[in-house]
């Protein structure tokens, strides 16, 4: 049985726990493969609201196998006070497997994000201050530690002194900060290492063999194609890969393990943090989609910015990740506004571009081409079919159909996992009511 991957198509905050909620009802392992507690999602647990960041929302699903795979961060705090939020609720957070190969987000590196952030002023990325750059800049270094140091506490403490050392060093003499403890960091995450224990594991033999077993396997994407290392608004991106090649890396699964990569995309865009964006509402239409869209981050509470459809960035997702189908998300956020406008292409010196440009200081500059579109005023929360949304939903669907050249299969129009439509081909090749 072929693995699914579904990733971000924009600056992350798509709608990838609903979407994975609704995959993870016809799956048995969801699998993060990169990232760390800087993404997040709200999910429904026990009657409560629940925001998790590093466990994938598959936990939910009593048949399902969650996997924090090897190219993932982990702050060992974090995810056992996740574990610890679902016991509560009585959810069985026991099948979660987590990868031995994973790389440990130690108190240092938390240190670091806040201390350069500050450092570079105004010219700051605007990161969720996690730990996550300084923990994925140590692996690239080989100083990283691992999950599975924490399972052999004579390597872990030796590990720990030599980097300790010159970490210290940094934060003393660079930004005039206390140096850190090593003997209670060193206490503290041994102890959390005792809790993992049973989790930690081989994860790509794991999936490997799942796959081989027929079982049904998805590779769940963090952030977003546009905050790639490589292939996103760098240096306004995180630090890691969120795009499909990404997951295959993450994961260790070879190519011809998966068949659909799904990209979800939302009905308009948003970004956190610094960086360009061409399409940027910061008017009326930009509130309401920021109001009725509730775009405030799950990890950092902070304001999200809005502003309208750009079709380059999905062609360029598309493009990127192979992708093979849509699920788009918020639809019904844009009820009520007069009219819609999608860029399909951007001007820059001149030139128009119907791919990004070449060049970031072009990508800066770039000033979109916008095609203009009906507005609706129906309410579209009570949808459940294609034909149930009003011509100009429907039209303005398949604009971004046509645009991106990938069929769209899955629509949201509400917060709950029946508030979304299954497009099947035979509605998608109808005309409008
Ligand atoms: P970092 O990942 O904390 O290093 O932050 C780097 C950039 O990625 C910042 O602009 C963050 O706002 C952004 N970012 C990281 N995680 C997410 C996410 O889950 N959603 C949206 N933006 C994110």
């Known amino acids: 049985m072929p693995a699914t991957i579904l990733v971000g198509t924009q600056w992350g905050d798509e709608g990838k726990g609903k979407a994975t909620d609704l995959l993870a009802a016809r799956t048995d392992f969801v699998v993060r493969y990169q990232g760390g507690n800087n993404a997040g999602h709200t999910v429904l647990a026990g ?45 069985d957070p026991s099948r979660l497997a987590v990868s031995g190969n994973a790389h440990l987000i130690m108190p240092y590196h938390l240190a670091m994000d806040a201390v350069t952030e500050r450092y570079l002023g105004k010219l700051k990325l605007g990161t969720t201050k996690r730990g996550i750059g300084p923990a994925y800049a140590d692996k690239a270094m080989r100083l990283g530690l691992r999950v599975q140091d924490l399972t052999d506490p004579k390597i872990f403490r030796e590990k720990l002194e030599v980097v300790l050392k010159e970490k210290n060093l940094v934060l003393s003499k660079v930004y005039n900060r206390l140096p850190l403890d090593g003997d209670s ?75 659909d990569v799904i990209g979800v995309t939302k009905a308009y865009v948003t970004r956190v943090g610094s960086g360009p964006f061409p399409t940027e509402d910061a008017g009326e239409a930009g509130r309401q ?46 009820s009520g506004l007069p009219r819609l406008q999608i860029c399909t292409a951007y001007r820059a010196d001149d030139e128009v571009f119907e791919d990004v440009p070449p060049h970031q200081s072009l990508f800066h500059r770039a000033e979109p081409v916008y095609q203009r579109l009906s507005g609706w005023t129906e309410d579209l929360t009570a949808a459940r079919r294609f034909q149930d949304l009003p011509p100009a939903a429907q039209a303005y669907v398949r604009r971004i159909e046509e645009l991106a050249g990938v069929p769209v299969r899955y629509i949201s129009v509400g917060p709950d996992r029946e508030q979304t439509l299954e497009v099947t081909t035979s509605a998608r090749h109808r005309r409008p009511a």
């Open 47 to 91: 009657g409560q609201l629940l925001k998790l960041h590093l466990i994938p929302s598959g936990i939910l699903y009593p048949d399902v196998t969650p996997v924090l795979a090897d190219g993932v961060v982990i702050d060992p705090k974090v995810l056992l006070e996740e574990m610890d939020a679902l016991t509560d609720r009585e959810i």
């Open 185 to 259: 960091m060193a206490e503290d995450y041994l102890g959390y290492g005792e809790r993992l224990a049973p989790h930690i594991t081989d994860t790509a033999a794991l999936l490997y063999e799942a796959l081989r077993a027929g079982k049904r396997v998805l590779l769940e994407g963090a952030q977003g194609t546009l905050l790639d290392l490589d292939h996103g608004t760098y240096p306004f991106v995180t630090s890691s890969s969120p795009v499909a090649g990404g997951a295959l890396a993450g994961s260790g699964l070879g190519p011809k393990e998966v068949d």
């Open 289 to 334: 989609m920021g109001e009725k869209g509730n775009e405030f981050g799950t990890t950092t509470g902070r304001a999200r910015r809005c502003g309208w459809f750009d079709a380059v960035l999905l062609r360029y997702a598309v493009r990127i990740n192979g992708l093979t189908e849509l699920f788009l998300t918020k639809l019904d956020v844009l």
